[in-house]
């Protein structure tokens, strides 16, 4: 969307600055419906809202008439919350209002508002197949990842295909702590692995992780 309010299918930014909750809905409001073949564009128009401290985040994307995604996320604390797909005009601005209402944006979290789904992001090392041996065995290594773990899903994956959470303490075998992920996709068994350099992120992946999952996915390791 240009300056203009013109919708065109480009990923450029717009920044109008501080705002006032007033002119954020009134600036919502101003958003034209999506044009013909809309459903072929990667999203709708997107505000995002920061909050004072910089350290949250609320995202209202225009999905259609009165049809909103409303995305909430605190960098300083890895929250992210969904607070609808498909909210309506009037939960958009309660949701607003929420986010406005304290500094951090903490108001717009599960608890204090009815949310779809909500979740944290933790900084993890995901085990990826980086080639093959002569033997056609794969070749296994380390690459930059992000685990999110939501009450719907872990690393992506619907908690009702989850068949188990394993915790691995570190060992002289293994320097990290490790998390793995067993699920079932298509009549199969799947494993996922992430490892954790940072041990303040796992201890707090430790604390969470209950939060959102059933105990009974849970086991721990030595």
Same mark, same amino acid.
């Given at each position: 969307m240009d300056e203009s309010r013109r919708i065109f299918n480009s990923c450029e930014n717009l920044d109008f600055g501080l705002l006032e909750l007033d002119d954020v809905i009134d600036l919502i409001k101003s958003i034209p419906p999506p044009p013909p073949g809309y459903e072929e564009w990667d999203c709708g128009v997107t505000?995002?809202?920061?909050?004072?401290?910089?350290?949250?985040?609320?995202?209202?994307?225009?999905? /259609?008439m009165d049809?909103?995604?409303? !995305? $909430?996320?605190?960098?300083?604390?890895?929250? #992210?919350? !969904?607070?609808?797909?498909?909210?309506?005009?009037?939960?958009?601005?309660?949701? !607003? $209002?929420?986010?406005?209402?304290?500094?951090?944006?903490?108001? !717009?979290?599960?608890?204090?508002? $009815?949310?779809? #789904?909500? /979740?944290?992001?933790?900084?993890? #090392?995901? $085990?990826?197949?980086?080639?093959?041996? #002569?033997?056609?065995?794969?070749?296994?290594?380390?690459?930059?990842?992000n685990l999110n773990v939501t009450n719907r899903s872990v690393a992506g994956i619907p908690l009702n295909a989850v068949k188990a959470i394993k915790l691995l303490e570190p060992s002289p075998e293994r320097p990290y702590p490790q998390l793995v992920i067993e699920y079932e996709e298509g009549g199969r068994l799947w494993a996922i692995t992430f490892r954790f350099k940072d041990l303040s992120t796992y201890q707090r992946l430790l604390t969470d992780l209950p939060r959102f999952v059933p105990q009974g996915l849970i086991s721990r390791e030595w």
């Amino acid at each position: 969307m240009d300056e203009s309010r013109r919708i065109f299918n480009s990923c450029e930014n717009l920044d109008f600055g501080l705002l006032e909750l007033d002119d954020v809905i009134d600036l919502i409001k101003s958003i034209p419906p999506p044009p013909p073949g809309y459903e072929e564009w990667d999203c709708g128009v997107t505000i995002t809202i920061e909050s004072e401290d910089g350290k949250a985040y609320v995202m209202v994307t225009m999905n /259609g008439m009165d049809d909103y995604t409303v !995305l $909430k996320y605190d960098e300083g604390t890895g929250e #992210e919350v !969904l607070v609808g797909s498909s909210a309506t005009f009037n939960e958009v601005v309660e949701a !607003l $209002k929420a986010f406005y209402s304290t500094p951090t944006g903490r108001a !717009l979290a599960p608890g204090r508002v $009815k949310v779809e #789904e909500y /979740g944290m992001n933790y900084r993890a #090392e995901v $085990k990826v197949i980086i080639g093959y041996d #002569e033997h056609g065995e794969p070749i296994t290594g380390w690459d930059e990842g992000n685990l999110n773990v939501t009450n719907r899903s872990v690393a992506g994956i619907p908690l009702n295909a989850v068949k188990a959470i394993k915790l691995l303490e570190p060992s002289p075998e293994r320097p990290y702590p490790q998390l793995v992920i067993e699920y079932e996709e298509g009549g199969r068994l799947w494993a996922i692995t992430f490892r954790f350099k940072d041990l303040s992120t796992y201890q707090r992946l430790l604390t969470d992780l209950p939060r959102f999952v059933p105990q009974g996915l849970i086991s721990r390791e030595w």
